[in-house]
């Protein structure tokens, strides 16, 4: 693995007692197609994670319904015995069916399962960050997170789970989250063209929370805009470097975890994403969201 040639941008947040990289990486894109089965390029696969470590990146991504278990058992096989500095962050609440879908799994028994299924595969006795992962996949869905949030803090409280996070949620779901255990951060989907959490994220920040936006560059659908693409000309740079330095300047709560399943992707987001954007860039990006 190679030397770190400078530091990553964004600097580093602090998850937990943990001090992590701004600049992460969300190892889901290294399962096969639609995030089912294994990787045409399973030493590929083992680089880029390889990579992402020498590189400076000590915050990972991850579930044990990618693939399922593939994207775990990846991180296993690459980086196992794990680099003190490297935080693994997972999530459950959904599991996989054999057409690739995501069915829900939220009652108390599912959650303690997929917990042990993330230990196992992770080859971990602790797990650093489990997300309570609501909603569908059509995203946030009012509704009470009591039950299954409650399941994750006994086994916290069993010395499984360090910290708390929830994902694909209301503001409401967050409030309730945090008057029952303290959480360390949520994940929702937010970029560019989605900007419906702007209030929440801006509120997170001033409590001290992270906000880690999935799908920062438009997930299956990457990210199209015509002023998104004049701010790149004129940068000389690529629309997804744009995208991933205005999450970046955006707010410093924000973490960053693109995805990629090539070595050279891995560097370009990593530069992109420490692209300075001018006032004049912010404001012609922002009219995009809004």
Not at 60 to 77: K, M, Q
Not at 95 to 103: I, K, L, S, V, Y
Not at 182 to 206: E, F, G, K, S
Not at 211 to 229: C, D, I, K, M
């Amino acid at each position: 693995m190679n030397t770190p040639s400078a530091p990553l941008p964004g600097g580093t947040w602090t998850l937990g007692e943990s001090s992590v990289t701004r600049f992460g990486y969300g190892a889901m894109q290294l399962a096969g197609p639609w995030v089912m089965g294994p990787p045409a390029d399973h030493d590929g696969a083992l680089a880029v994670l390889r990579e992402a470590v020498s590189l400076g990146i000590t915050h990972i991504d991850t579930s044990d319904a990618y693939g399922p278990r593939v994207t775990n058992e990846l991180i296993r096989e690459a980086l196992h015995p794990y680099p003190e500095p490297l935080f693994i962050a997972t999530k459950v609440g959904a599991t996989r069916d054999a057409q690739g879908g995501w069915p829900t799994a939220r009652r108390p028994e599912d959650l303690r399962k997929q917990v042990h299924e993330n230990l196992g595969s992770l080859g971990v006795d602790t797990l650093d960050l489990v997300n309570m992962r609501m909603g569908d996949a059509q995203g946030p869905q009012p509704g009470s997170i009591a039950e299954a949030f409650e399941t994750l803090v006994d086994l916290q409280k069993e010395g499984l789970i360090r910290h708390l996070g929830v994902s694909n949620v209301t503001a409401e779901q967050v409030a309730e989250a945090r008057s029952i255990a303290p959480i360390v951060c949520v994940q929702n989907m937010y970029n560019l063209a989605h900007r419906h959490d702007d209030d929440l994220v801006d509120h997170l920040a001033a409590n001290g929370i992270a906000y880690v936006p999935f799908f920062p560059l438009g997930g299956f659908t990457p990210l199209q805009s015509e002023a998104l693409s004049q701010v790149a000309n004129r940068l000389e740079t690529t629309p997804m470097s744009v995208a991933l330095a205005w999450l970046m300047q955006r707010s410093p709560n924000i973490l960053l975890i693109p995805g990629t399943s090539s070595t050279a992707h891995l560097r370009e987001n990593i530069t992109g994403s420490g692209l300075s954007l001018s006032d004049e860039d912010v404001a012609e990006l922002d009219s995009i969201g809004h």
